[in-house]
């Protein structure tokens, strides 16, 4: 079930299923790869946009197609290294370690991964038929490459059997990087459709710079890559454990001195402090309620009297007819809701189909469509959760309350609580008697009570209040105060939860609308996506669609950036809207033209 609703939850609320799942389980895991939240949640999309079937896993053939990679043995060699678990699929985190480590390569690391590939028995050396097989592999070929093989290993050959080893091969690739030049192509294509060149050669200078050194020696293989990060995330602890450390040295002679004063003390008292401290805290610990504090013995009886008056009050409104009508209400709410979903499954689809010139209306009105099908989705969503909360409610202050209430009483700290509010309730009655009573204060004045004996109020108390009547009743009274106190926790507990309820619903609807908007546009825009159905302007422009400005007849040719924030059309090379300033959106970014 569980699954079930995170699947769903992130094939239509993506923006909020990574906000509130997937970006706390794996936020050191960025940190650490330099990535920001936008950074993260833009890799997230490109993953999502993948996942066609919605399973939290991709396969190779569409990793291929989204970079526009031509399939070649290296490509399969490079995939099966993102692939750490060897299944045949990237999961998020594989695809992410995968593009950031290749992405920041540089040209000596590219060198060492080829090297790796066919240093087999990791002896440190390849020979000519390596190096052949280097070329073939990288250049999708058959024939070989003689004239480069030899220019690598030197026309005249070599004393040792024609072997190079790790540092030579680098040293002939740092010489001329075109030998191994569709490695680099393959890390240029994957860079363009992530976050551009000029990204990752910072990031790259920042690999360099801060584990240049580790990188030389495992920086090629999987394990290598999951090290470093670990060696990283280490090194960014190295300050705050200085910090502690120098705390601790700077506290040593205050410790000192401290210790010199407490041995003034007397060990006894400290023992006593420390020991009524425990005791204090297996108090709290025992009983999870806080004990009523008991009020002015002049409000005890009224006390009493609201809360039975209460109790009566909440029966007659806990009504299980009501309750069964409300619940059946709720049945049909859930039945609208999931109408409400279908309907915009079917607006989504309606969006999506190739609306030419003749069928501006049609498209025009297929957008009026969508965004009344998700204003329709709000309205019921939140009918039902309304409705499903007054049911909580009800549940709450009645058969809810009363089931945790017999559970606590089992325990050793509700027979404590029980106790305790017993004889307050008995109190309650001790005192309501003596206060009361007119018959026993109007006699009580002519007899005088010999010392040390009681007077005749007081035996006339005490032999009411000895009866099982009074007993009773003082039970009954501490149950109703548990069973009030017991509501009341209910009730706070059951509206928490449904206000946080109430929070992520609507932060759902909110990425709801924005992935919506970024897709097809908002309920106002003014910019609709067509297509063409004449072959000859497909020819002539080299796309089937355009855009146009319902309004002015603006038209563009093939896809266009559009700022959802003020409907103004970015130019190819623009980083940030002309207009409003707004940047773009992981969409509108694989548009960008510029550097």
């Given at each position: 079930?569980?699954?079930a609703q ?37 890799m997230?999309?490109?993953?999502s ?21 031509k ?9 099966t ?22 992405s ?18 990791n ?15 990288l250049?999708k070929t ?25 540092d030579?091969?680098t ?62 995330r280490?090194?960014?602890?190295k ?10 040295e ?6 000192k ?30 009983d ?20 039975e ?10 009504n ?15 039945e609208?809701e ?6 915009l ?14 069928d ?10 969508l965004w009344?099908a998700?204003d ?10 309304k409705?499903k ?17 017999k ?36 006699f ?13 109020n ?13 007993k ?12 009030e ?6 009730t ?10 109430a ?10 609308t924005?992935?919506?908007v970024i897709e ?30 319902i ?45």
């Amino acid at each position: 079930m569980g699954s079930a609703q995170s699947a769903f939850k992130r094939l239509n609320f993506p923006e909020a299923y990574f906000e509130q799942e997937i970006f706390p389980a794996n936020k050191h895991l960025f940190s650490l790869l330099g990535f920001t939240y936008e950074d993260s949640l833009y890799m997230f999309w490109i993953f999502s946009e993948l996942d066609k079937f919605n399973s939290g896993q991709i396969d190779m053939e569409s990793v291929y197609k989204y970079f526009s990679i031509k399939q070649t043995n290296y490509t399969d060699r490079f995939f099966t290294f993102m692939d750490n678990d060897n299944n045949g699929k990237l999961d998020l985190k594989e695809f992410m370690i995968g593009i950031w480590n290749y992405s920041t390569y540089n040209t000596k690391l590219v060198a060492k991964i080829l090297f790796r590939f066919f240093d087999i028995d990791n002896v440190d050396r390849i020979d000519m038929a390596d190096v052949d097989a280097i070329l073939r592999m990288l250049y999708k070929t058959e024939d070989s490459d003689w004239d480069t093989i030899l220019s690598i290993f030197g026309h005249e050959g070599r004393d040792d059997g024609m072997y190079l080893n790790l540092d030579e091969w680098t040293s002939k690739v740092l010489e001329n990087p075109r030998i191994i030049q569709p490695a680099f192509d393959l890390q240029k294509q994957i860079r363009k459709k992530t976050f551009g060149i000029s990204y990752w050669e910072e990031q790259t200078r920042r690999r360099e710079e801060e584990f240049g050194r580790y990188d030389d020696k495992k920086g090629e293989t999987w394990g290598g890559v999951m090290e470093l990060l670990s060696r990283k995330r280490r090194e960014k602890k190295k300050p705050k454990i200085k910090q502690v450390e120098e705390t601790k040295e700077e506290n040593t002679e205050e410790q000192k001195q401290g210790e010199d004063e407490i041995s003034n003390f007397k060990g006894d008292e400290a023992k006593t402090t420390v020991e009524e401290e425990e005791e204090k805290k297996e108090e709290e610990e025992e009983d999870p309620f806080d004990l009523l504090k008991i009020p002015e013995e002049d409000e005890l009886y009224d006390l009493q009297k609201r809360c039975e008056a209460k109790i009566r009050q909440e029966k007659i409104a806990f009504n299980e007819d009501k309750l069964e009508a409300m619940q059946a209400k709720a049945e049909e709410e859930d039945e609208a809701e999931r109408q409400a979903y279908s309907r915009l499954d079917e607006a989504k689809k309606g969006m999506e189909n190739s609306y030419t010139l003749a069928d501006l209306d049609a498209r025009i009105e297929a957008r009026k469509e969508l965004w009344d099908a998700v204003d329709n989705l709000k309205k019921n969503s939140r009918e039902l959760a309304k409705l499903k909360e007054e049911i909580a409610l009800q549940l709450a202050r009645g058969p809810d309350a009363e089931n945790k209430m017999k559970s606590f009483l089992i325990s050793p700290a509700g027979q404590k609580k029980f106790d305790f509010e017993t004889m307050r309730h008995y109190g309650i009655q001790t005192h309501h008697f003596l206060n009361s009573n007119l018959v026993t204060q109007l006699f009580a004045g002519a007899f005088e009570a010999p010392e040390g004996k009681y007077t005749l109020n007081t035996k006339i108390a005490y032999q009411y209040l000895a009866t099982a009547r009074a007993k009773d009743k003082a039970r009954r009274a501490a149950r109703l105060a548990l069973l009030e106190e017991f509501k009341e926790v209910e009730t706070a507990l059951t509206k928490k939860t449904w206000e946080d309820r109430a929070t992520i619903r609507e932060q759902d609807f909110l990425s709801l609308t924005k992935m919506l908007v970024i897709e097809h546009g908002s309920r106002k825009t003014k910019w609709e996506k067509l297509y063409l159905d004449d072959p000859y302007r497909q020819q002539q422009y080299n796309t089937n669609i355009f855009y146009l400005h319902i309004e002015s007849r603006e038209m563009y040719y093939g896809e266009q950036a559009i700022c959802e924030r003020c409907d103004t059309r970015y130019l190819p090379e623009d980083v940030r809207c002309i207009t409003c300033q707004a940047p773009r959106n992981w969409k509108n970014k694989k548009l960008f033209k510029g550097n």
